[in-house]
């Protein structure tokens, strides 16, 4: 099994940046495809972006492709969400995923193909 831990997220203004961060432990992050996902209050949780084992195979939600990077560093066992130009429609709790899989490539947008969750950090963006 593999816990995974948010941090990252705060009470900012719009337009501002904030990086979120998901800590893995109990195995290396290296054997899991990532994503990150978000639900705003009275919605249901959404896609936001995910990345392959390595790193090299990226996807992005439209509603925030050009403005959020997804990244990961497996020497530290931690996966990164950069988000840019922040818009009050992005506040919401963001949460981390591990999916285990063999496949180098292989990412998902369905959240009900990854097998671990963190426990979400609040993201609140005022305008």
Do not use: H
Not at 40 to 59: D, H, M, Q, Y
Request: proline share 2%; with cysteine; net charge positive.
């Amino acid at each position: 099994q593999v816990q995974l831990v948010e941090a990252g997220g705060g009470l900012v203004q719009a337009g501002v940046s904030l990086r979120l961060s998901c800590a893995a432990s109990g195995r290396a992050l290296s054997n899991y495809a990532m994503g990150w996902f978000r639900q705003a209050p009275g919605k249901e949780r959404e896609f936001v972006a995910a990345i392959s084992r390595r790193g090299l195979t990226t996807n992005y939600a439209d509603s925030v492709k050009g403005r959020f990077t997804i990244s990961r560093n497996n020497a530290k066992n931690t996966s990164y969400l950069q988000m840019n130009s922040l818009k009050p429609e992005d506040t919401a709790v963001y949460y981390c995923a591990a999916r285990s899989t063999l496949q180098l490539g292989r990412i998902t947008a369905r959240s009900d193909e990854y097998d671990y969750w963190g426990q979400g950090t609040q993201v609140t963006v005022s305008s």
